[in-house]
């Protein structure tokens, strides 16, 4: 597998060294960007979206409220991958006032001086891989594992990848893998085979990319409806697409032998939006791009946070955590599962582990001006102080926001927990080949 630079490649961690003793487990983390965690069957979706993680959910440990600390990738793979919030850690940050994703504003590098799960697993022996289908995703980190690809394909063909690089490996010890999975990003992976799945698709352009987005745009009308059930449908046969290889993965593994001392961690970098806020957005909120109601990157509603998050393994009793989580968990639990100590000062708290009251963050936006927010029980604060918002919501049963709190003594406590200024890292450097992929996956006009 090639690195991304000769470079990059130099300053990445050193070789693992031969381990003593016992083997430790092998790690997987699976990231599929954008995939909403109501859009999984197995929480109540009225499609077959995810047969394979359904029937996964009774023999693993997973959250029925979990989040991302961010509503777009680089934020929230850095806080998957160092336990830390995105004001702390200083990684994939968009500088700016308000924030605008582009080539003059890239995202931020993670400061060298912050340890992540592949170094602190590399220094207990561990070889360490990334797999990455959206592109993006390995700006903020990349340099911290041994090993990086970007394949700009569909789930089947970097799962195909992985189990090639597990075969290679075997007998070298124990592995961290992480394989990011672009299907359900914009635009959509669709297989032709699976183009029908859930029924007909109706016939229209731009249907695996986003449109009806602008100011002026027709929302409501026919033509708009006919894109919308066309748009989700597919959305919903790339979340399937996801899963037949996270079900490929699953079956490879345990072909190979290396099924039953391997933790799995399923789980999404963020939410996806489909029209649900647009209205207040338009209402309320700038974007400098002119796009209201769809996608990521610029709100922190419940649709832009709420994560499906899974474990399973050696290690790992299965059950249900109805406690709020977040993605900064990750690190704590598997190292706790792998019978290592976490470093001192994450944020994330391990999903072994009875989980306290604590307030569950996300921040660090693209595109508008910033944004925070902070879910304690089942309140959440949405706060935007350049624009004069600020609304305290109850989240209902679905851990969405069903509307309006007037409880003064709580709005307060809330705001004591939000988040302060930020680390920052030092911003990327904007290459033809960078803004080339910004640009194909959305981000970039």
């Known amino acids: 597998m090639s690195r991304i630079s000769p470079s990059q490649a130099a300053a990445g961690p050193p070789d693992p060294p031969a381990r003593p003793g016992d083997r430790a487990p092998n790690m997987i983390i699976v990231t599929v960007d954008c995939m909403r965690r109501d859009r999984l069957s197995a929480y109540g979706y009225e499609r077959r979206t995810t047969p394979f993680l359904d029937?996964?959910?009774?023999?693993?440990?997973?959250?029925?409220?979990?989040?991302?600390?961010?509503?777009?990738?680089?934020?929230?793979?850095?806080?998957?991958?160092?336990?830390?919030?995105?004001h702390r850690h200083g990684g994939g940050l968009v500088p700016g006032s308000p924030k605008n994703l582009s080539k003059q504003n890239l995202p931020t590098r993670l400061p060298r001086g912050v340890p992540t799960l592949p170094e602190l697993l590399a220094a207990r022996g561990y070889r360490t891989a990334a797999m990455i289908a959206v592109w993006n995703a390995h700006l903020p980190m990349p340099d911290r594992f041994h090993e990086l690809a970007m394949m700009e394909k569909p789930a089947s063909k970097l799962v195909r990848r992985a189990l090639r690089w597990v075969r290679s490996?075997?007998?070298?010890?124990?592995?961290?893998?992480?394989?990011?999975?672009?299907?359900?990003?914009?635009?959509?992976?669709?297989?032709?085979?699976?183009?029908?799945?859930?029924?007909?698709?109706?016939?229209?352009?731009?249907?695996?990319?986003?449109?009806?987005?602008?100011?002026?745009?027709a929302v409501g009308s026919p033509a708009f409806e006919r894109y919308r059930q066309a748009r989700t449908t597919l959305y919903d046969v790339a979340v399937r697409s996801a899963d037949d290889g996270v079900r490929e993965l699953w079956e490879g593994l345990g072909a190979l032998g290396e099924r039953d001392r391997t933790l799995l961690v399923v789980t999404a970098d963020h939410g996806e939006e489909f029209w649900e806020h647009r209205d207040e957005e338009l209402a309320s909120f700038t974007d400098p791009r002119d796009i209201y109601g769809t996608g990521h990157g610029h709100n922190l509603f419940q649709v832009h946070l709420l994560i499906p998050l899974l474990v399973a393994g050696p290690g790992v009793p299965p059950g249900a955590v109805d406690a709020n989580a977040s993605l900064v968990d990750v690190v704590p639990t598997l190292l706790q599962a792998a019978g290592f100590d976490a470093p001192p000062g994450l944020d994330g708290r391990s999903l072994l582990e009875p989980l306290p009251d604590r307030a569950i963050l996300a921040e660090e936006l693209a595109y508008g001006y910033e944004k925070k927010s902070v879910i304690e029980g089942d309140l959440k604060l949405l706060a935007g102080p350049e624009e004069g918002y600020e609304r305290l919501f109850r989240l209902g049963p679905e851990r969405r926001e069903t509307g309006t709190v007037e409880d003064p003594a709580a709005l307060e406590r809330l705001r004591r927990s939000l988040p302060g200024d930020s680390a920052m890292g030092e911003q990327v450097e904007a290459t033809d080949e960078i803004v080339e992929h910004l640009k194909a996956l959305g981000y970039i006009e």
């Open 169 to 217: 490996h075997r007998g070298d010890g124990p592995f961290l893998l992480w394989l990011h999975l672009g299907d359900v990003h914009e635009p959509l992976d669709v297989p032709r085979s699976m183009r029908g799945l859930f029924g007909d698709v109706p016939n229209v352009k731009r249907s695996l990319t986003w449109d009806y987005t602008k100011r002026t745009d």
């Open 55 to 86: 029937s996964m959910l009774d023999g693993a440990l997973h959250c029925t409220s979990a989040h991302s600390p961010s509503a777009w990738t680089c934020p929230s793979v850095v806080s998957l991958m160092t336990g830390l919030d995105p």
